[in-house]
Each structure stands twice: as structure tokens, then as C-alpha cells.
């Protein structure tokens, strides 16, 4: 992955949305990137606002990446292809793409035993101490970059991201068809990890999360939503990382049940109902990231079994990035906020 390089005067120049401390954002001139010999230049259309950037934004830190100097945001992201190294093969130039954000270094252990999610050395978008994508072109390894459908937009590539989030919390739960299936959360990834488990087959999906719009999103997207506090579930599938939600979801779940963790926990220590795990024979699985999920994720959404579309209510240039990253606690009716650098 290229570093920022130095601006010189001749260079050509392109437009970054820097943060340059906590809660500002800086637009400014760099020089263009020049792809090495992996790697391909990708003309950037559109970039999803995660919590992440946001916590990023305001907090400057998540568990122990801490931002200690300015950093790009922005890791959902889409394109067009506009340069490519000499060893490249895989795209061409013009090619329309999704960017998977983590690159590994693919000779350690986890990587060579296919857990490249899980490389001690991956370079992810928008992680400390790495840029993001928030940038009018970007270099990275063509190996990360997933060519598109003309049929699908770039908004809708760039949710290949958080739908690949949703792809792998719902096979490290195991989940198989005909199962009944709880989601705690009704933010981009519940929704998403619910559409999931609804493509592969599962009995039912039912969305829990106190707000009523993202409730009436969740409907509108064919999920069911929670009225009866006594129903049990085969599956958990927790993506708010809301205090006490695990536990609660893990009691709703019927014997020899299954969850995986896929938000990120707002507590260090988590209360479990450890005597009802081991009675039950419950499953924990935990989520970091994804693994070999990105031809899926297109596969579902060029397919129509998954609208990501819905989950996209607002738009921003990106001089307007700073805006973007404040959305969710400004307008508590919103769900994804897409910054376009093009514009």
C-alpha cells in the first residue's frame, strides 16, 4: 500500500479530506498517486461512513489503534480503475471496482492458512496508522480490488463492505437454513447481516433496536421486528455492542443455539450467562472482519437476494466529509451516510 507522498510543484494533484486532529477535517492538494508494480490507481466514487471514521472523528482511538497524527478515513469503498502497475493482470484500466480494505502480507501463518482477516501485519483503510480512502485516487494492491457488474451502482459496491461484515458473522454462527434468527442492532450491519441470513435460508429474521425508523427500515427490507418477548431463536446474531445485549439475546436462544458477536462491544467486560451457555450447550463465536467474502457479497447483490440500497439516506461531497462523519448524532433518522470524492 503506497504511502502519502511529498506534493512537489509539477506534480499533478489530487483533493484529500485529511483530519488533522480530533473533530476537524482539512481538505487538501496531493500529488496524485503513482501505482507501483502490484498495485492499480483507482479513481474513488464513492465511500461509506462507518462507525468507525466516526469514532475515529470524535474519539481518536478504538481498543488500541490510536490515531497519533493526521489520517484519510474512509474503508467502504468503490471505483473505477485508471491506472495499473506493469505486473497487474487482473483489472485493467476502466474496470468499474469494490475495494476490499485489508491488505495482508500473505506468508505468515494465518495467511497462508487462509485467515488473511487475521494477519498480524494486515494494512486496513482508515486503521492507524494507515490512510483511508477519502481521496479523489488511491493506490493499493490489485489483488484487494473485486470488478463489479455494470448493473450495480457505486453506492451499492461500496456496502459490499459492511454486507461482507454481515456475510461472515452469519457463517461464524453456523447458521443453516430453516433457522430462526435474532438480530440485536438495526444499524447498517444488522440490517445487512439480516438480509444475510435471510438469503441463506433462515426460518425467520427477527430485528430488535429502539429506534422506530430503523425499525420501519428493517420491515421495509422484509425483516421481521420484535413483539413478543417470549420467542426463542436458533441464532444470535448481536451487532449493536450495546451493554447487557449480548446476555439478553443469549437467553432468548433455544438449546444447543449459536451467536456470534459482531458488534463492537461498548464494555471491555461483558456479563454472560455463563450457567445457561454450558446447560444449553450455547456457541460464541466473535467477528473481526471478513475472509474470502467479497465474490459473494456481489453475487448477492447483483442478484437482487440483497437490496443494499435502502441503507443509503444521505450524500455528501467531499468537502463536506467533517458533516458526513457527525450525521448519526445529528439526524437520528439516518443509517449511511456515502461521501463521494468526485464531487
Not at 42 to 53: L, P
Amino acid at each position: 500500500m503506497s504511502t502519502r507522498p511529498t506534493l512537489e510543484e509539477d506534480a499533478m494533484t489530487i483533493r484529500a479530506a485529511v483530519m488533522t486532529e480530533l473533530g476537524q477535517i482539512e481538505i487538501q492538494d496531493h500529488p496524485e498517486p503513482v501505482p507501483a508494480p502490484h498495485e492499480a490507481a483507482v479513481r474513488v466514487r464513492a465511500v461509506g461512513v462507518c462507525g468507525s471514521d466516526t469514532a475515529y472523528f470524535t474519539v481518536g482511538r478504538i481498543g488500541d489503534w490510536v490515531v497519533d497524527g493526521p489520517i484519510v478515513l474512509g474503508h467502504e469503498v468503490s471505483g473505477e480503475v485508471v491506472g495499473v502497475g506493469e505486473e497487474v493482470t487482473s483489472v485493467a484500466v476502466g474496470d468499474r471496482v469494490a475495494i476490499e480494505p485489508g491488505t495482508p502480507c500473505r506468508n505468515c501463518r494465518e495467511c497462508m492458512a487462509g485467515r488473511y482477516h487475521l494477519c498480524p501485519d494486515l494494512a486496513f483503510l482508515a486503521t492507524p496508522p494507515y490512510d483511508g480512502a477519502l481521496v479523489e485516487v488511491m493506490t493499493i494492491d490489485a489483488r484487494n480490488l473485486h470488478v463489479i457488474p455494470d448493473s450495480m451502482g457505486y453506492e451499492e459496491a461500496a456496502l459490499l463492505e459492511p454486507l461482507s461484515v454481515g456475510i461472515w458473522g452469519c457463517r461464524r454462527a453456523g447458521l443453516e437454513p430453516g433457522d430462526d434468527v435474532l438480530v440485536t442492532g438495526a444499524g447498517p450491519v444488522g440490517l445487512l447481516a439480516g438480509a444475510v441470513a435471510r438469503a441463506f435460508g433462515a426460518g425467520s429474521v427477527t430485528v430488535t433496536d429502539p429506534s422506530a425508523f430503523r425499525l420501519g427500515l428493517a420491515e421495509r427490507m422484509g425483516l421481521g421486528t420484535d413483539t413478543d418477548p417470549d420467542a426463542r431463536f436458533d441464532v444470535l446474531l448481536e451487532c449493536s455492542g450495546a451493554k447487557g445485549v449480548l446476555a439478553e439475546g443469549l437467553r432468548r436462544l433455544r438449546p444447543a443455539g449459536r451467536a456470534a458477536m459482531i458488534g463492537m462491544p461498548k464494555d471491555e467486560l461483558v456479563g454472560l450467562p455463563l450457567s445457561q451457555l454450558t446447560v444449553n450447550e450455547l456457541s460464541l463465536s466473535l467477528v473481526h472482519r471478513y475472509n474470502h467474502t467479497w465474490p459473494l457479497a456481489i453475487s448477492l447483490v447483483a442478484s437482487g437476494r440483497v437490496d443494499v440500497a435502502p441503507l443509503v439516506t444521505h450524500h455528501f461531497p467531499l468537502a463536506e466529509t467533517a458533516d458526513a462523519l457527525l450525521l448519526g448524532k445529528r439526524v437520528t433518522d439516518s443509517v449511511k451516510a456515502v461521501i463521494h470524492p468526485d464531487r
